[in-house]
């Protein structure tokens, strides 16, 4: 069975532009969370949907929004992006909502 | 919110030895999982522990709820295993299922 998939893998941006990341659940799984790791951290929550709803919100400003569509695949959107947004986005499914999260392989995104 | 530390922050290794790296965390968690990040980002689950000891060749990992800490054991080290180690724990005062990392465990292996 085909992984938690990410499009794209790679992105360079311009400051103030709008970005939309791509992710494709593991077949059966309802969960789809959002996390950004910047260098030398670790993943920082961002967004969880489960059955197409939010159920949690992590620290991060308006500009970063999500969605989950009936396929339960999802995409997360930054808009104005800021040097600072510059990260590795990682996006990881689960069976249900509190259970083991499993990774994708993430989108680089650099924001000159 | 909870805290999560790893230590240690690096550990250098020759190539057939044994580690252990900790994860100490501040309050009660529902779940509790360990990864290893590849030089490619990708993370790999190794263990979902919320409690207990569980092993997966030459890995074992403990999670001692009651005590807070987590401990992840590699035996017989290659250079594979080289990357760096995260612990992850989701806790019921987040409000939300979302999981919290330590600042991870960098580990080198040289032949």
């Known amino acids: 069975d085909a992984g938690v998939t990410q499009s794209p893998t790679h992105l360079i941006k311009t400051r103030g532009q709008h970005v939309t990341l791509r992710c494709s659940p593991i077949s059966g799984h309802k969960s789809v969370s959002w996390y950004q790791q910047v260098l030398g951290q670790g993943p920082q929550f961002i967004f969880q949907y489960y059955e197409k709803e939010e159920r949690g919100r992590g620290n991060f400003p308006d500009r970063f929004s999500a969605r989950q569509f009936p396929n339960y695949s999802s995409e997360l959107n930054v808009n104005a992006l800021l040097l600072g947004d510059s990260a590795l986005y990682l996006c990881?499914?689960?069976?249900?909502?509190?259970?083991?999260?499993?990774f994708g392989p993430g989108t680089r995104l650099t924001v000159t | 919110g909870i805290q999560v530390e790893q230590s240690p922050p690096d550990l250098i290794l020759q190539e057939g030895a044994n580690s252990t790296l900790r994860c100490n965390f501040s309050d009660s968690v529902n779940n509790l999982q360990w990864f290893h990040q590849n030089p490619w980002g990708q993370l790999i689950n190794l263990f979902y522990i919320p409690s207990g000891t569980k092993q997966n060749g030459r890995l074992s990992a403990t999670t001692v709820a009651t005590e807070r800490y987590s401990l992840l054991y590699i035996s017989s080290s290659q250079t594979t295993d080289s990357g760096v180690y995260f612990c992850?724990?989701?806790?019921?005062?987040?409000?939300?299922?979302?999981?919290?990392f330590g600042k991870g465990t960098k580990l080198s292996v040289i032949p």
């Open positions: 990881a499914s689960s069976l249900v909502a509190g259970v083991e999260q499993y």
């Open positions: 992850a724990v989701e806790y019921s005062g987040a409000g939300s299922y979302q999981l919290t």
